[in-house]
């Protein structure tokens, strides 16, 4: 069975300081890949993926990550965060097209001014 | 172009009762798949529907269950109502066929609260 863990469920920044969530993944095949961010009271907002090719994917708000398969993990990054960038961000695995998404717990981010 | 839309947004019910959410999903979009969010929690999987059929369906008792329509918009139903079931419950959508990983929309939710 698939599963995702989020290291860390509150992360703490300073505005203009580097952002990194981590997201490790247990799959017995090479999963897709995504990140999505949550604000309060809204839905998901899908911020990257990854599916196949280049394994450093951008996304929208400044946002990136790298899938490295011998580590499992597809980490969150943003070089320096904003006072909007303060959410819930979620990881989550497609094993297959069809199939539906596994979620991790989520990590809530805030950023301090 | 509209994305997928839920009703209601908010609601209230009392334990033992019964609720019935909506979902139109996205236009032209023809799956559609619900997930619980508990507070503080990741979403997590109820069941997908296509063609009107229950095609998956995740680790939840037969409490839930759900509908779809000709026209592709779904009903999300639980019976007996428990403090348990409070959470927002998002709709997925998209197009079989496209490739998943790429066609998925969300919802903005129904936070539904059991007291």
């Known amino acids: 069975a698939q599963s995702v863990t989020q290291l860390g469920s509150h992360v703490s920044v300073s505005e203009g300081a580097l952002v990194l969530l981590r997201c490790n993944y247990s799959?017995?095949?090479?999963?897709?890949l995504f990140w999505y961010v949550q604000y309060p009271n809204q839905g998901l907002q899908l911020l990257l993926k990854?599916?196949?090719?280049?394994?450093l994917v951008k996304g929208i708000n400044g946002f990136e990550a790298e899938f490295k398969k011998s580590e499992t993990s597809f980490h969150l990054t943003k070089p320096s965060a904003h006072m909007s960038d303060a959410a819930e961000y979620f990881c989550?695995?497609?094993?297959?097209?069809?199939?539906?998404?596994?979620f991790g717990p989520g990590t809530r981010l805030s950023v301090l001014p | 172009d509209a994305g997928v839309t839920q009703s209601p947004t908010h609601l209230i019910k009392t334990r033992g009762q019964q609720v019935t959410l909506r979902c139109s999903p996205k236009?032209?979009?023809?799956?559609v798949s619900w997930y619980q969010q508990a507070l503080g929690q990741g979403p997590q999987f109820i069941f997908q529907?296509?063609?009107?059929?229950?095609?998956q369906r995740g680790n939840f008792p037969d409490r839930f269950s759900g509908h779809q329509f000709p026209n592709y918009s779904s009903e999300l139903n639980v019976n007996a109502l428990l403090l348990g079931d409070s959470a927002l419950y998002l709709c997925?959508?998209?197009?079989?066929?496209?490739?998943?990983?790429?066609?998925?929309?969300f919802g903005s939710g129904t936070r539904l609260t059991v007291v």
């Open positions: 529907y296509y063609e009107e059929e229950e095609r």
């Open positions: 989550a695995v497609l094993i297959a097209y069809g199939q539906n998404f596994v």
């Open positions: 990854y599916t196949t090719g280049a394994t």
């Open positions: 799959s017995s095949v090479p999963p897709y």
């Open positions: 236009s032209g979009h023809d799956t």
């Open positions: 997925a959508s998209r197009l079989t066929g496209t490739g998943g990983a790429n066609g998925y929309t």
